[in-house]
């Protein structure tokens, strides 16, 4: 059971380049997360669904766009990278929405230069 | 919205020494207290939670305590060993909420445990 993957582990960008982050789970838990992680920080939420067709925004959504077409993937979409967008992205999924246990995947290091 | 508020920022303690982490939180509809354990190099994990309606919770050297009216709860290791060195991480979120996908972490605490 490989639980949430994320893939890249590791990204280097240049300013106003784009990219996305891909989240995967297969443990079919209807809610999923993604989060950025500064250093010394807490996680900030930056958008969760609560099941396919559905999104909705987080803490600090600005500059980042996601979709959920299926129950398994939740990609995390980033147009004209900046500095501000260095960062650990984790994704996240739970059975039961925040009031149940979480289980994150591994981490994207993102750099943008 | 919801303010965690999480200290100390580090923590070192001798190895079989206790170690205490405290988490303030701001919103009295707040119901499940999870702790998260991350270790270098990986994704949060979670340790231990309570749920509103329990004043503690043990698991064994792990205890959480949690005070709804002071809105406060803490997280309790003893015997700590070097492999509980890691940042952890305390959240706070209601059940049964519109919002239910929102969590409000804590800032983490840095645990070293010295041999």
């Known amino acids: 059971n490989a639980g949430v993957t994320q893939t890249p582990k590791f990204r280097i960008l240049k300013i106003g380049q784009s990219m996305t982050l891909q989240c995967a789970q297969d443990?079919?838990?209807?809610?999923m997360y993604w989060y950025r992680q500064d250093p010394g920080m807490g996680l900030k939420l930056i958008y969760y669904?609560?099941?396919?067709?559905?999104?909705d925004k987080g803490e600090v959504p600005n500059g980042y766009n996601v979709s959920r077409s299926t129950t398994e993937d939740f990609p995390l979409r980033l147009e004209l990278a900046a500095p501000s967008q260095t960062s650990v992205y984790f994704c996240?999924?739970?059975?039961?929405?925040?009031?149940?246990?979480?289980?994150f995947g591994q981490g994207t290091r993102l750099t943008v230069v | 919205g919801e303010n965690v508020e999480q200290h100390p920022s580090t923590l070192s303690v001798q190895e079989g020494d206790s170690a205490v982490i405290k988490c303030t939180y701001s919103?009295?509809?707040?119901?499940?207290f999870p702790w998260y354990k991350q270790e270098l190099g990986k994704g949060p994990q979670l340790i231990i939670d309570?749920?509103?309606?329990?004043g503690e919770k043990k698991d064994q050297r792990i205890a959480v305590t949690l005070n709804k009216t002071a809105k406060h709860f803490s997280l309790h290791i003893t015997e700590t060993q070097p492999e509980d060195s890691a940042v952890y991480f305390c959240?706070?979120?209601?059940?049964?909420?519109?919002?239910?996908?929102?969590?409000?972490f804590g800032d983490g605490t840095t645990l070293t445990v010295k041999p």
């Open positions: 996240a999924s739970s059975y039961g929405g925040a009031n149940t246990e979480a289980f």
């Open positions: 443990m079919n838990h209807n809610y």
């Open positions: 669904s609560v099941g396919a067709g559905i999104t």
């Open positions: 919103d009295s509809a707040s119901n499940y």
């Open positions: 309570i749920r509103s309606n329990v």
């Open positions: 959240a706070a979120s209601r059940a049964f909420d519109t919002n239910a996908g929102k969590s409000t």
